[in-house]
């Protein structure tokens, strides 16, 4: 009885020791893996969105305006501000919002307005690509 019981723990013993050693395999994996994905986030910050419309400085006479901007490789998401009458002379930011798309659609105003778009990813982002536009009646 005595042998059966020391054959028992020695193969307990044996059996902590690998899940031990699994473990820390474990965790050096998942390591490696979460490091590798760190690494692998592509630079975008010197690629630029291609605006498509509105173009820059163009006069629309509908208040429905449909923003369109090419899709940048790499990107994940686009950053889209729109401002009124510029962003450096901003009366008001009449949208501020974070889109996976390439387009957005709104109502404005007749007026005179800036629009920008950067692309983002989970560590880079673009510069904003500026155009300004007016409604008229």
């Not at 509105?54 to 006069?59: D, G």
């Not at 449909?66 to 899709?71: C, K």
């Not at 949208?95 to 983002?120: C, I, N, P, Q």
């Amino acid at each position: 009885i005595v042998l059966q019981i020391e054959q028992k723990r020695k193969s307990i013993i044996i059996n902590f020791s690998e899940m031990k050693l699994y473990f820390k395999l474990l965790c050096a994996f998942l390591c490696v893996l979460s490091c590798d994905d760190i690494i692998e986030v592509e630079d975008i910050s010197d690629k630029e969105v291609i605006v498509l419309a509105p173009s820059n400085q163009v006069i629309l006479n509908t208040t429905d305006v449909i923003f369109t901007w090419e899709a940048l490789e790499d990107a994940e998401t686009y950053h889209l501000q729109i401002a009124t009458p510029t962003f450096e002379n901003a009366q008001q930011i009449v949208h501020d919002s974070m889109l996976v798309g390439t387009r957005f659609s709104t109502t404005l105003d007749f007026k005179g307005y800036e629009w920008r778009v950067r692309a983002e990813n989970s560590g880079y982002t673009t510069s904003y690509k500026v155009n300004s536009f007016s409604i008229e009646e």
